[in-house]
Structures are given as C-alpha cells and as structure tokens.
C-alpha cells in the first residue's frame, strides 16, 4: 500500500540584537532601519524610544543661545541670563542685524553683529564694544605730561634757541630742528623722551580707558603756523590713549602751542570691524570678513589684542598686540571655530587655520577642503579633538581634513542648520531639500544616527550634563529631561525596517517575527507589514505593556511576495532588546 509523502518546510532563525540605528542606504546592515521617530541608541546595543523632554522656557521671538556657567539666551531684543532679564535690551531686530552671534569670552558675553558686551559677573559692566564720538563744540590741544597735567604756562617757552636764564622746573621747546623737542632745566637742559598731547572735549574721554586705541579724524589747523598745521594733521590717525577722564584723553605727540578748534566735527572713535563670524581662543577675540569695510573691500581675519575684545589697532611691537591677515581664498566666510587650540575660518571650500603663539610669529596655513555650508555655521561642534559640521555634501567630521560621516542619511541633502553636543552625542537639527526639518543625533563613539522628530531649531547649548535645544517656535527644551516641566503625553515612536527578501536565496521568506522588547506599563506596540512596497501597511498585531522585558511572539502569514518592510510603533517608554525572524524556503 503507498502512502503520501509529506514534505516538512525547512525553517531556521535570524537573530538581531545589535541595532545599527538609522541608515537609509538601499542595502544596509542587520539591525538597521530605514525610518524611525523618537528613537534614540543611548541605551546601545539596544533600541530605545527617547525620553520624556523638560519644557524650560517659552520665548516670543528666539533669536540665540549660549552657555556661560549658566544658560544665556536673547528673546527679541532683550538678552537674558539664568532666566532674568538683562540691562542689555535694545538688541537691534532689522533684518540686517540678523542672526544673533554670540561668544563667550572669560566673564563676557559678546553679542554680534551688535557689537554689544556684558558681564556675567559684574551685570552693571555692559554697553557697546565700539565707543564712537563726534564733538558738538570746540575742541582744544595741549601739550601736556603723560597723566595729563599741563605744562605750566609761564615756565614753558617754545623758540629755535634756548631762553636766557632759566630756573629749575622750566621747560623748552627747541623748535629749530625737523623735529621739535622739549627740555626741563635741571641744572641744565634735560631732553623728555615722550611728550604728550592733552585733547580736550566735553565727553571726549568718556567710555575710554588707558591703553585703548582710538582712531582720531576731523582735526583741522586754520592757523599761519605750517608747524602747527603738520603737528595736527599727525593726529588725524589711530592712537593708543595714554590716560582719560570724561572730557579729556592724551596721547602722544607734540605741538607747538596751545590751538583751540571751533569750527568742523572732530571724530574719537574706537571702531571694533564688521566680522562676519567670530569665537574666542588663548584669550582674543578672533574675527573674519569678506566684503565691504571701511570703504574698502577686504577678506581678512582680525584678532584682538591679548585680553581686550575692544581694541582691534594696537601696534606697538608687543606680544599683546593686536593683528590681521589678508587671505587669498575666494568666496565668503561660512563659519569660524576652535580645533585644537587653534582658531579656524572656514569657507565652502577652504579652511585657513592660524597657528602661534602671538602677532609676531602667527601663520595662517590654507587648504583646499569640503568646507561648512552656508548658513549652517550653527552645526560646527567640537569633541574630543574633532570638529563636526555641515557641508554641501553632508555631515562632517574635521580632523586634520573632513571625513564625511553622514552616508546613512541618505541621498537626501541638508542644506542648513543648528547643531550642539552633550555626552559625545551630536545634536543635529537640518533642513532638507523637501524644506522638511529632521533632528538627528550621532553617537560620535560608534558613528550611528538615530532620528527623533522634526524640531527646527536654531541653537542648543550644553550644561551640567544636560543639552538644550531652542526651537524657531520659541520652545526652549532641556532634552534629557533633567530640567524644566516634563512632557505629559506619551512619547510616540516609530521605527521601518529596511527592504527584507533583496538578500534572502533559494526564495525564503519571512514567517515569523518574534520582538523581545520591554514596554513601560501603559505603553503599547503595533507590528504592520508592507508588501512590494505599495504603500500599504497591514497590521499584524499588538503588544500591550507590562513593565517587564519579555518574548513576544507575532505570527506573521505573509503572502509571497518579492520583498516586504516591517513596522514597529507605539507610544510610552520602550526598548527593543532583540528581533527573531523565523525564514522558510519556498518554491518557485
């Protein structure tokens, strides 16, 4: 008697409990996935869903943030520090004041392009960097000591020959020579090797301390003298101030007389330059500009001198001078940055990076490089010797050249940004091509992205372990929930598996699913499947959570198909500890 034989299905198991995070690259690795939302790798190898936010502010118009032992942020013209109002409130909102930079330097935030300073320690210390001044009167020159005091009148006489008979304590001043002279008589004639020049104005000297330069213009002589008139046209020039009070300021120089100028303005400004970006390092100010200033076109770098982000024209020779380069690379600047100790400019294709120690031994050294992309200066973060950013062609991570570390973001390209660091996680919130807003995060340890949503924001700022992220919308946002009140709805996450069945042979494929995973009590799991990619995703079942890791089993009876996604999604705290896929092979 024959009896029927019966064919068993061969069957065996994938397991997966390495997740790989976001790639969207047409072939991938095990453990990858295609899309997601609210997911975070923190808890890697594992896949998680992220926490909860903490809401820490609502701002009306959110224009920068920062971090200086406590968190900074402008809110429309007004900066705020530690959450209370600053004396520093009329920011300027014209469109081309806009945006808001803004750089810490020892207890001073630096707001750009306004130019505007503030002392976190001492609030009472803030104003404007730049201190312009334009008379309203008359002006008067002296010649004068360097602590300002006058050359008494009647002891001092001007002439080509010494006077006759002169007592302790007269002054001369030897007009014969090119170059005038001024001697005391101290048992004879003493030459003084600095003379000085005492300007005299109501307010001159007001916002001017020692040491500061200011560029003097607008003095005119209208005098017979032709020693007097190049005596002051000497002083139409940038000067380093030797002493100040508000209606006065020396500097050096020397004059024949007494002149009082009434008519024309006289100008004492200390200018700071239009920088189109700027940062902080080894205690200067450093500064780039391509484009117009001063009524000539220029593609400079600037620093300020050592410790005084107000003097940008002191040159006397000295380690603490101040210093500027011409470069000779093309196009603007897209950004500015600090790579390992060293202050770098970057454009869209060249980087030029200073090094030494001062003015007299600084080098710039360019190369030709993927460089930042305009607009997403914001995106340039330092860790652990390595600067990352966005470039035309995708994220970046700059060492001594730019490595690109963006591939399984895909072919779609970002074109702007913000961008912070917190824990060697990089926070990067971009736009897209399709003009959609995506915040990912980089694991910089193991080079895996995760996505959470679509948050636009326009800063973040690390402190105390936590990271804040400030939206275009206003929502200032503690992310790892440590500050601030907590979200109150359940986080709702979504993950989609890459293609299954491309790289399955012998005609496998998938039939069962198993999710070893661990739901919060109250939080829930969907699995759906698509099939052939046609948009179509069919639910196959539902997990409800208990609180505890545990196997959960969801049968899945495909239908033959070529290729097929999975979907996971839910609402509430879960992790993802491991996925099974049970294969069995088909016939043609």
């Not at 030797?242 to 020396?250: G, I, K, M, N, R």
């Not at 001062?358 to 305009?374: H, I």
Request: proline share 4%.
């Amino acid at each position: 008697m024959l009896y029927p034989i019966l064919n068993t299905l061969t069957t065996y198991r994938q397991w997966t409990e390495q997740f790989m995070g976001l790639d969207r690259r047409p072939r991938t690795y095990d453990g990858a996935f295609s899309a997601m939302g609210n997911m975070t790798g923190e808890p890697w190898p594992l896949l998680s869903s992220r926490g909860k936010r903490g809401l820490v502010a609502e701002l009306e118009n959110p224009q920068g943030m920062c971090v200086l032992g406590k968190l900074a942020w402008i809110d429309g013209s007004t900066l705020y520090f530690d959450g209370k109002a600053t004396e520093v409130n009329s920011l300027s909102l014209e469109e081309n004041m806009l945006p808001k930079r803004m750089v810490t330097m020892g207890a001073y935030i630096l707001i750009f392009p306004d130019k505007v300073y503030f002392n976190t320690v001492k609030p009472e210390d803030h104003g404007s960097m730049e201190r312009l001044w334009a008379s309203e009167g008359s002006v008067t020159f002296t010649l004068c000591t360097m602590d300002g005091i006058d050359y008494p009148k009647n002891k001092t006489t001007a002439g080509p020959s010494a006077p006759e008979n002169p007592q302790d304590g007269d002054y001369w001043l030897d007009i014969s020579g090119e170059k005038h002279t001024l001697y005391q008589w101290l048992d004879e004639w003493v030459g003084i090797s600095s003379v000085y020049i005492k300007i005299s104005a109501e307010g001159i000297g007001r916002g001017i301390n020692a040491q500061d330069n200011v560029t003097l213009s607008g003095i005119a002589y209208t005098g017979e003298s032709e020693s007097m008139e190049g005596q002051l046209a000497l002083l139409n020039n940038t000067h380093v101030v030797q002493a100040a009070e508000d209606d006065f300021l020396v500097v050096l120089g020397v004059i024949d007389q007494q002149y009082t100028q009434a008519e024309g303005i006289v100008r004492a400004d200390r200018k700071i330059p239009d920088m189109d970006f700027a940062l902080e390092c080894n205690n200067r100010l450093w500064g780039c500009r391509y484009g117009e200033q001063d009524g000539e076109t220029v593609n400079r770098i600037y620093a300020s001198a050592l410790g005084d982000f107000k003097n940008f024209q002191k040159y006397q020779g000295t380690s603490q001078d101040s210093y500027f380069v011409n470069v000779g690379s093309d196009g603007p600047f897209t950004g500015a940055a600090v790579h390992r100790g060293n202050p770098c400019f970057f454009k869209s294709r060249f980087v030029h990076r200073i090094y030494g120690e001062r003015p007299s031994n600084f080098q710039t050294q360019a190369s030709e490089c993927d460089g930042v992309q305009p607009g997403s200066d914001g995106t340039m973060v330092s860790y652990n010797g390595a600067l990352y950013y966005l470039s035309v062609n995708g994220p970046q991570r700059f060492d001594s050249l730019p490595e690109p570390i963006g591939q399984a973001l895909g072919e779609k390209k970002l074109r702007k940004g913000a961008a912070g660091q917190c824990a060697g996680q990089y926070y990067l919130s971009a736009q897209g091509e399709d003009g959609q807003w995506d915040l990912y995060v980089l694991s910089t340890e193991r080079g895996i992205w995760h996505r959470q949503d679509d948050s636009r924001a326009i800063a973040f700022a690390a402190l105390d372990g936590e990271i804040y992220m400030l939206q275009s919308n206003g929502l200032l946002w503690a992310l790892n929930g440590t500050k601030g009140e907590k979200e109150q709805e359940d986080v709702t996450w979504w993950a989609e598996t890459a293609v299954i069945g491309y790289e399955y042979p012998d005609h496998q494929y998938l039939s069962r699913f198993l999710l070893r995973m661990k739901l919060e009590e109250g939080a829930a799991c969907t699995l759906s499947v698509q099939y052939d990619s046609d948009g179509v995703w069919h639910k196959k079942g539902a997990i409800q959570g208990t609180g505890r890791v545990k196997t959960y089993l969801l049968p899945i009876v495909p239908r033959r198909c070529e290729h097929m996604q999975v979907r996971i999604e839910g609402h509430g705290g879960m992790r993802l500890y491991g996925v099974a896929r049970e294969l069995a092979i088909g016939r043609e």
